[in-house]
Structure formats: C-alpha cells, structure tokens
C-alpha cells in the first residue's frame, strides 16, 4: 500500500536529481542488515530512505512515508 501510494504520487518533473531504488530486503535480509547497520537505522518494511553524501536524511516507515515530505528532503 505504501508503494502503490508513492508511485502514484511521484512526479518524475519534480524529483529529476533523485534517483529512486526498490529493493526486497524482506528476501534478501542480508543486505538489509548491512543497510541497517551502515547507516545506524532500524530496518522497518516498508520503509523509505533518502541518501545523500553519504548520509540518510529522510527515513520513514508504513504509513509516514509521505511524497511531500520526501520532496522537501530531497530539495537542494
């Protein structure tokens, strides 16, 4: 529901300096704890992580993953 929710919402005008991954960390719970573990975070499903240098600045999880406040985070 997150997901369908986000890719409805998501204006590729808008976000052209993002470039957005779907990763199954459910299935490959591996990388999701070295995700975890590399950027000090709790793995929650789903969830939404924003990267930049290196550095998560947006990480929210099921229904407070929100594409205005994405788009806020993302914004130069």
Do not use: C
């Not at 369908?4 to 719970?29: F, G, H, Q």
């Amino acid at each position: 529901m997150a997901l369908n929710r986000l890719e409805r919402s998501w204006s590729p005008e808008e976000m052209t300096e993002v470039k957005a991954y779907y990763l199954d960390l459910i299935s490959y719970r591996d990388i999701s704890n070295q995700i975890s573990s590399e950027f000090n975070i709790r793995h929650e499903s789903p969830q939404v992580l924003i990267v930049k240098n290196g550095e998560v600045i947006y990480d929210n999880s099921h229904m407070g993953i929100n594409y205005d406040d994405i788009k806020e985070a993302t914004k130069s």
